[in-house]
């Protein structure tokens, strides 16, 4: 089975069975901009957890490459993933 795209609110994914919406963070912890927004709007879990994690991890387990995952629905997760170094990119 290869990749299949899907057009629609990536917040409210149609397929069936378990979901993942996948969100690239900095790692600086900080939540604001893009479509963390979307994310922030539909689920306060997702917001609440990672500020959490990297309270609690900000020297040690927090950094590129580390994933976070949040369950917000039966079949829904939100992955956390710290791929962005320091803040928002440029337009």
């Known amino acids: 089975m290869g990749v ?3 057009k629609g609110d990536a917040t409210s994914p149609q397929a069936k069975g378990v ?3 996948a969100h690239v963070c900095n790692d600086l912890g ?3 901009k893009g479509f ?3 994310v922030s709007r ?3 879990e997702p917001e609440a957890e990672y500020r959490r994690w990297y309270r609690e991890r900000a ?11 949040v369950q917000v629905e039966k ?3 939100v992955a956390n993933m710290v791929a962005q170094r320091g803040g928002q990119a440029e337009p």
């Open 4 to 6: 299949r795209y899907l």
């Open 19 to 21: 979901k993942i919406v």
């Open 30 to 32: 900080g939540w604001g």
């Open 36 to 38: 963390v927004l979307a």
């Open 42 to 44: 539909r689920w306060k």
């Open 59 to 69: 020297g040690s387990g927090f950094g590129l490459g580390a994933v976070q995952f």
């Open 75 to 77: 079949y829904v997760w």
